[in-house]
């Protein structure tokens, strides 16, 4: 008889304060042969492939209809419609233009980005070597079950969260996860349950990335489970705010639209009952105040220059998913984080040396071998 599948390893966080032994014997596994095809079977169906969720994408349909989804452009709508009504079809279709053009730059810029963002589910492996009974075998990552036993080398991504069960010279790079660039040393003791991610030296996140060594170690969560999975629902839950920008058109909009309102019901009433003018000569005259009172230009040029903002950040390999994204770089005044170089490219740099006589500055960047040391006398030869 085969031991039963356990019953909720995936929901357990605090496998980096077990003991590797227990462990083994709460995910009913034995080090040396691993599952069975069987019970690897079972387990799939039970807790599903070792994948993360497919975003929950908006058709293209969607996508076009919700760049119309403005207070401004609902107004430039209207316009046109009575401009068009009013037989001024030079007028309409510069109003129209206007708005489909708005509407395609915003489609095409979200598009792309969209495609770019399904980069980040490559960070995941697309194999691993894994011991199921008692053979060695390379599998699709996608088939990892709680429980199998997973074999580590040198320059593998870790296909899963594992507690590791043997090391020999084992470094792991968690830079994906942690943000912190130098190779973490693992071991295979238990650490304290409140222990920090980038202090858990037990455990192999699902993402990082093997620098040095070997290690065996079983799956203790797949797919969602993961602590990469964690952290994809937890930005998958986060609502979208209306930018400093977008929150001031939409004021100005309605209080345009209000504005217009206003003095249209004015002109109207005193052209009615003032004048006694014919009530469809003060309609027109009404319906071309209007037209002429909304700045149909004002949505072209704030989406030409998103545009040209969103594309000086693509040039700096930053993604920009919504072009109103793009302002609210200009209305942050601090940015606090830790360790910049590190969270965005995996680099740090020394910038500054102080000896007890004197500060260096140093300049270069990254890995890249250039740069020097400069004191207050000038350059500082190197003693190499």
């Known amino acids: 008889m085969t031991p039963e599948a356990p019953s909720v390893p995936v929901a357990m966080s605090r496998w980096h304060a077990v003991p590797a032994e227990h462990a083994l014997q709460q995910l009913a596994v034995d080090a040396a042969s691993g599952l069975s095809d069987a019970q690897a079977r079972e387990r799939l169906a039970q807790y599903g492939a070792n994948a993360l969720p497919p975003p929950r994408r908006r058709g293209p349909w969607l996508r076009l209809a919700l760049q119309f989804h403005n207070p401004l452009i609902y107004v430039l709508l209207v316009a046109g419609a009575m401009t068009f009504a009013l037989d001024d079809y030079i007028d309409a279709g510069v109003i129209l233009g206007v708005v489909l053009i708005n509407a395609a730059i915003g489609f095409v810029q979200e598009g792309k980005a969209e495609k770019a963002l399904e980069a980040v589910r490559a960070m995941l492996a697309s194999h691993a070597t894994v011991v199921r009974g008692g053979a060695r075998h390379e599998i699709d990552a996608a088939e990892l079950v709680p429980g199998d036993v997973v074999l580590l080398e040198s320059g593998a991504r870790v296909p899963a969260d594992l507690r590791l069960i043997r090391v020999k010279n084992l470094r792991v790079s968690e830079a994906a996860?942690?943000?912190?660039?130098?190779?973490?040393?693992?071991?295979?003791?238990?650490?304290?349950?409140?222990?920090?991610?980038?202090?858990?030296a037990c455990m192999a996140y699902s993402g990082t990335v093997v620098s040095c060594g070997q290690a065996r170690g079983v799956v203790v969560a797949t797919g969602r489970a993961t602590e990469i999975g964690r952290i994809g629902t937890l930005v998958g839950e986060v609502q979208t705010l209306a930018t400093p920008l977008t929150r001031r058109l939409d004021q100005f909009a309605r209080q345009i639209t209000a504005f217009i309102l206003s003095v249209c019901v004015l002109t109207f009433a005193y052209g009615c009952w003032l004048r006694e003018m014919p009530m469809l000569d003060i309609f027109l005259a009404m319906v071309g105040l209007a037209v002429s009172a909304i700045p149909e230009g004002l949505p072209a040029i704030v989406t030409i220059v998103l545009a040209i903002g969103t594309r000086e950040m693509a040039r700096n390999r930053a993604i920009i998913r919504r072009l109103p994204a793009v302002e609210t770089l200009g209305s942050v005044s601090v940015i606090c984080t830790d360790k910049t170089g590190t969270l965005t490219r995996n680099e740090m740099t020394a910038v500054r040396v102080m000896l007890p006589g004197q500060t260096l500055l140093v300049s270069g960047a990254g890995y890249t071998p250039e740069g020097g040391f400069t004191g207050d006398g000038g350059a500082v030869a190197s003693p190499m």
């Open 177 to 200: 996860l942690t943000g912190e660039s130098v190779p973490v040393d693992k071991s295979t003791g238990a650490v304290d349950v409140a222990a920090a991610i980038g202090d858990r």
